[in-house]
């Protein structure tokens, strides 16, 4: 197991915030139903169910190795579905990464209550916390 300083893991988690920040606009966290595509492939059959705009600058914190995002606005889901993975691209559209997506105690990337969205129910992000091991 490869282990790193706290200085090498704070650089990396950098990177991230820079790239979540890339572009003239923020960011957007985008909740899916459907089977995940490959990393960063197009979007084909996939459902948007919910669009959340990043806040910009994305870090609110990064240290000892965490990058936690700043507090976002919440925003009402788009359409019903089964939230299954989720995607974040830059301001400019291009994709960053790709999550997926569970209830809590699931081991999902990103962890909800209830992964059944409804259209016009407000949806939110309580925190963003990335963590290097």
Do not use: C, H
Request: proline share 4%; net charge negative.
């Amino acid at each position: 197991m490869i282990n790193f300083s706290t200085s090498v893991k704070n650089a990396r988690l950098a990177a991230i915030a820079g790239a979540i920040d890339a572009g003239d606009s923020p960011a957007s966290f985008v909740v899916y139903s459907g089977t995940r595509p490959s990393p960063g492939a197009a979007v084909t059959d996939q459902v948007a169910l919910a669009t959340l705009e990043v806040p910009q600058p994305f870090a609110a914190d990064l240290s000892g190795g965490v990058l936690t995002g700043a507090a976002f606005e919440e925003v009402m889901a788009d359409a019903d579905g089964e939230a299954t993975w989720s995607r974040l691209v830059d301001g400019e559209g291009a994709w960053v990464m790709d999550l997926d997506v569970g209830i809590e105690g699931s081991g999902a990337d990103v962890t909800i209550s209830s992964t059944t969205i409804y259209r016009g129910i407000l949806t939110r992000i309580s925190r963003m916390v990335f963590a290097e091991g």
